[in-house]
T-cell receptor
Framework: AQTVTQSQPEMSVQEAETVTLSCTYD???????LFWYKQPPSRQMILVIR??????QNATENRFSVNFQKAAKSFSLKISDSQLGDAAMYFC??????????????FGKGITLSVRP | NAGVTQTPKFRVLKTGQSMTLLCAQD?????MYWYRQDPGMGLRLIHY???????AKGEVPDGYNVSRLKKQNFLLGLESAAPSQTSVYFC?????????????FGPGTRLTVT
């Protein structure tokens, strides 16, 4: 079974600064997807960024980028130029890409990010 | 385009009562999921469905039942609610897109069992 670990329960960043959220995972599969989801106080789950394991290039979405280290099974999220609206809980998630897999997501426990003005 | 909707948004139950949570999606997605979110636990899969008329157990299925009689709806039932089922429940759906499709989440239902 796959597991996702987010070892930091909380982090804080100064507005306009850069912060990195850590995530590690464990799997025996070679093909899979990794995700970062944002959950603001509204509770809505918002997809921030997705990485496909077969792609060596790190995914980037505007101020959000990842550092994907497949051999180390590490998937960190970097938020540049942090904004007050980035304050939320962030979840790292894994999904198998195997044919016939039910495509369920396995989530980490989440990290609460606060942004200081 | 409403996406994924959940009914109700909030509910308080007494121990032993029953209720059904409704999830509806208008994106013609094949896959649908029910997760629960508890403090410090992330989201955990309760049940899922890969198509109309099919359901399967997830990570924490005990105490819940589900049905998918129509493609667009996925119902989660609690036959005899327990305080341990106090949680926030999320429904999600996804298309079969050669494995690439993302999951779309509903807004969540906060359930309190007293």
């Amino acid at each position: 079974a796959q597991t996702v670990t987010q070892s930091q329960p909380e982090m804080s960043v100064q507005e306009a600064e850069t912060v990195t959220l850590s995530c590690t995972y464990d799997t025996s599969e070679s093909d899979y997807y990794l995700f970062w989801y944002k959950q603001p106080p509204s509770r809505q789950m918002i997809l921030v960024i997705r990485q496909e394991a077969y792609k060596q290039q790190n995914a980037t979405e505007n101020r959000f980028s990842v550092n994907f280290q497949k051999a180390a099974k590490s998937f960190s999220l970097k938020i540049s130029d942090s904004q007050l609206g980035d304050a939320a809980m962030y979840f790292c998630a894994y999904r198998s890409a195997l044919p016939g897999a039910n495509s369920k997501l396995t989530f980490g426990k989440g990290i609460t990010l606060s942004v200081r003005p | 385009n409403a996406g994924v909707t959940q009914t109700p948004k909030f509910r308080v139950l007494k121990t032993g009562q029953s209720m059904t949570l409704l999830c509806a999606q208008d994106m013609n997605h094949e896959y649908m999921y029910w997760y629960r979110q508890d403090p410090g636990m992330g989201l955990r899969l309760i049940h899922y469905s890969v198509g109309e008329g099919t359901t399967a157990k997830g990570e924490v299925p005990d105490g819940y039942n589900v049905s998918r009689l129509k493609k667009q709806n996925f119902l989660l039932g609690l036959e005899s609610a327990a305080p341990s089922q106090t949680s926030v429940y999320f429904c999600a759906s996804r298309s079969w897109d050669k494995g690439r499709g993302e999951q779309y989440f509903g807004p969540g239902t906060r359930l309190t069992v007293t």
